[in-house]
């Protein structure tokens, strides 16, 4: 059965840190593109950021500087390490697994085959 299950969420002050992680298991983790997606309540989910077979990564533009995604293919497990938090991070977020069969649009749900069910990422000023 096919599991991405999302862990670490939570509530901290503006500046402060999370590391969200991301347990996969039955599906062959090393050879997906994995990316970090969110969603603000009335908005729609974002692509936060995304890292590819080779751990090549890429960040929306409003998270670069502040958050690093990396993977540990022998655990199946995918992270996000947010630091400096705004409020405007509050979200939930979601991991997602894409084939990476070809070029992928981290930004775009649709490239994306397997979803977790989310972790709350709460920020307060």
């Known amino acids: 059965q096919i599991q991405l299950v999302e862990s670490g969420g939570g509530s901290v002050q503006a500046g402060g840190s999370l590391r969200l992680s991301c347990a996969t298991h039955?599906?062959?983790?090393?050879?997906?593109?994995m990316a970090w997606f969110r969603q603000a309540p009335g908005k729609e989910r974002e692509g936060v950021a995304g890292?590819?077979?080779?751990?090549?990564?890429t960040y929306v533009d409003s998270v670069k500087g502040r958050f690093t995604i990396s993977r540990d293919n022998a655990l199946g497990t995918l992270y996000l390490r947010m630091n400096s938090l705004k409020p405007e991070d509050t979200a939930t977020y979601f991991c997602?697994?894409?084939?990476?069969?070809?070029?992928?649009?981290?930004?775009?749900?649709?490239?994306?085959?397997?979803w977790g069910q989310g972790t709350q990422v709460t920020v307060s000023s």
């Open positions: 997602a697994a894409s084939l990476c069969l070809g070029p992928i649009n981290y930004s775009d749900p649709r490239d994306f085959l397997y």
């Open positions: 039955g599906f062959p983790y090393s050879g997906y593109c």
């Open positions: 890292i590819d077979t080779s751990a090549t990564s």
